[in-house]
């Protein structure tokens, strides 16, 4: 793994398995057998594109089968639909500067949690 991460998630009811693969730019997806079974992503300058270095950082399976990753070479969180289409994109640099893991996880209520060890924060994001 690039830059000494690798993060996946578990989507709980379809059983895929997402991979941030930093050094291809891309979501990787596996079933529960290991089989690769698709992926989304290049690298970029496109809204829907990872750009800079070793992005994505960190994914998460979201309610409804939604993807969501940061990157750290602009902070941002993305959500990305069911074919890996980008739904949103909330810019995060004010409060996450510098190249740094940022863990995503999603909670109990299906908001997401975006971890910045650098910055020594928790930010909390709903849907809306």
């Keep these: 793994p690039c ?21 291809a730019f891309s979501v990787d997806i596996f079933d529960m057998t290991g089989k690769k ?12 594109d990872f750009c ?14 939604l993807i969501a990753t940061t990157e750290k070479t602009t902070p941002c969180v993305k959500i990305f639909g069911v074919k890996g289409t980008l739904l949103g994109k909330v810019d995060i640099s004010q409060v996450a ?5 940022m ?3 999603v909670g109990p209520d299906n908001a997401i949690y ?3 060890m650098k910055a020594g924060m928790i930010m909390k ?4």
């Design 97 to 101: 500067k510098g190249c740094g893991k």
């Design 3 to 23: 830059c000494g991460i690798l993060d996946c998630s578990v989507d709980r009811k379809t059983g895929k398995i997402f991979v941030g693969y930093l050094g």
């Design 114 to 116: 975006v971890v910045n």
């Design 37 to 48: 079974i698709g992926k989304f992503g290049k690298r970029g300058r496109a809204k829907q």
């Design 52 to 65: 800079g270095c070793c992005n994505p950082v960190s994914v998460a399976a979201c309610p409804g089968g």
């Design 125 to 128: 994001f709903e849907a809306k």
């Design 103 to 105: 863990d995503i996880i």
